[in-house]
């Protein structure tokens, strides 16, 4: 019988406002998909797993993903995703 193991998702940098709003903005002008880590923890401190797709819409308080949205002041981590 084989144990499923649990993927951890590592911390990654915090990036400050400016660097974050500039991967979106560029993200969101040449439609590339980004991966996205939230400030959310689990019970044993582990991170979610990123969030990943391109920018479908934006409005006051943040962008959406796929049909997940996600708040501007929850975004940890933004990166280009390749």
Do not use: C, P, W
């Not at 590592?10 to 500039?22: D, L």
């Not at 590339?32 to 939230?38: D, L, P, S």
């Not at 401190?45 to 796929?66: A, F, H, R, T």
């Amino acid at each position: 019988m084989l144990a499923l193991s649990k993927q951890t998702n590592f911390q990654k940098s915090r990036m400050r406002t400016t660097e974050i709003y500039y991967i979106l903005h560029e993200a969101i002008q040449t439609n590339r998909k980004v991966a996205i880590q939230i400030e959310a923890v689990d019970g044993n401190g582990s991170y979610q797993e990123d969030i990943i797709g391109s920018i479908k819409k934006s409005d006051s308080l943040g962008v959406y993903i796929k049909n997940q949205k996600v708040h501007y002041d929850e975004i940890r981590n933004i990166q280009f995703y390749t």
